[in-house]
């Protein structure tokens, strides 16, 4: 390999991680696990005492009490974000 195709190399790299930080860095955490209240909110499944997340892009879930938030609706007992 010649020094010209490794500057190549290091410049391709260099444009993926500026085209793919800024998706990761929107995507945010994953959902964390919420206390089960009833049945799981859509997007999660029971285990044991807890809903998961079936995927990372379920909507984040936060136990109801009283009115959801800003930002959510009402899933159940629970507020899942719409965002």
Known sequence: ????????????????????LPQLALAGPAPAAVPKVGSCPSGYSTSGDYCLAISDSSKHALPKT???PSGHST???YCLSTR
């Open 66 to 68: 009283g009115s959801c």
């Open 1 to 20: 390999m010649t020094t010209g195709s490794v500057g190549v190399y290091d410049g391709l790299v260099s444009l993926l991680l500026l085209l793919l």
């Open 75 to 77: 899933s159940g007992d």
